[in-house]
């Protein structure tokens, strides 16, 4: 009879043939009786492991909404369309309310303005007009150098601003001291017509602003301002009915005034060549001017301007406008 073998193992169990001797040893029976305590543990655990369902790793879940192509916003509806749209047109069809205001200059000259009432194309305008052939041809006898129209026009001015009134029978020796003081250029002092400056200032008018000389302002630079209707009165320049409420700024230089404590005078000169045929037209020219200096003259000193006049250096005469 062949021997049984000693060992064994089974699926669920596992077996060893032991001698009696070996079971009646304590310390291997303990020993046996802790694995084989393990072994159940081990089996239940992993009995209960099996017995459990699949376990499935959680996956977020993002719901993404389809857009426009090329990631562009969905089309807004009709209603937000309109909601935006109207705002938007509102202001890209807003117009200044004020666009005649726009068309005005809100400041001016009165040589400007002048020219306005004249509707002169230019855009600007020497100081004084051009003179005729025969004060020219006159004046290159005494000078050379041809200054132009406006330069001898400065000059005269510049004399008349700064020679000592109380001196005006010696007006040549004023003008050298004139240029001595660099106050005028040896070419300047060349081009004045000194009989013509003399010839006022021996004048009836002349004679009276001396006597008042402590009252004489000399080249007086003003600014005041003006209406569009009381620029359109003075000028002639008409003006829009929507401008009613605007206003501009003048500024001029009054070549002589005598500002005296009720009145003012004021004497304008023109270095013009021109004849007596011609006055008339100058005359017209130049008044909507000194009419407008008056004004401005009111306007800051709070006195009537009662003597406004327009003096022709060139034919020596003082005509009142």
């Keep these: 009879m062949a021997a049984s073998p000693r060992t064994g193992e089974f699926e669920s169990l596992r ?4 001698d009696d001797s070996e079971v009646e040893n304590s310390t291997y029976q303990s020993s046996r009786r802790e694995e084989a305590q393990t072994k159940t543990c081990d089996k239940s655990v992993s009995d209960e492991v099996a ?3 699949p376990v499935v790793p959680e996956v977020a879940t993002t719901i993404v909404q389809p857009q426009s192509p090329i990631g562009l916003p969905p089309e807004p509806s009709a209603a937000d369309s309109a909601a935006v749209q109207e ?23 009165v040589t400007a303005l002048r020219r306005e009432a004249e509707a002169l194309e230019e855009e600007a305008e020497a100081l004084f007009p051009t003179a005729g052939a025969r004060v020219q041809a006159r004046r290159r006898q005494a000078h050379p150098a041809h200054l132009s129209a406006a330069e001898i026009g400065a000059a005269h001015h510049k004399f008349l601003e700064h020679f000592a009134l109380e001196k005006s029978a010696t007006l040549a ?3 050298e001291r004139l240029v001595q003081q660099n106050q005028l250029g040896a070419d300047e002092r060349a081009a004045l ?7 006022f200032w021996n004048s009836d008018l002349g004679c009276k602003i001396r006597e008042h000389r402590e009252d004489v302002r000399r080249e007086l630079a003003f600014t005041a301002r003006f209406s569009p209707q009381e620029l359109a009165e003075i000028t002639g320049i008409k003006t829009r009915g929507e401008l009613a409420q605007e206003f501009v700024i003048v500024q001029g230089v009054a070549d002589l005034l005598v500002l005296r404590l009720d009145e003012i005078w004021l004497v304008d000169f023109k270095t ?10 100058k005359i017209k020219t130049y008044a909507p001017q000194v009419r407008l200096y008056a004004a401005a003259l009111e306007k800051i000193f709070h006195r009537k301007v009662t003597f406004r006049a327009l003096h022709f250096l060139a034919l020596g005469r003082t005509e009142e406008v």
């Design 15 to 18: 077996w060893r043939r032991v």
């Design 51 to 53: 017995s459990r369902p």
């Design 87 to 109: 705002p938007l047109r509102a202001r890209l069809e807003w117009r200044y309310p004020f666009q005649a205001a726009t068309r005005r200059k809100a400041k001016s000259s």
């Design 173 to 175: 020796a004023e003008a």
């Design 193 to 199: 017509d000194l009989p013509a400056l003399a010839a």
């Design 272 to 281: 013009d060549a021109l004849s007596l045929r011609n006055l008339p037209e």
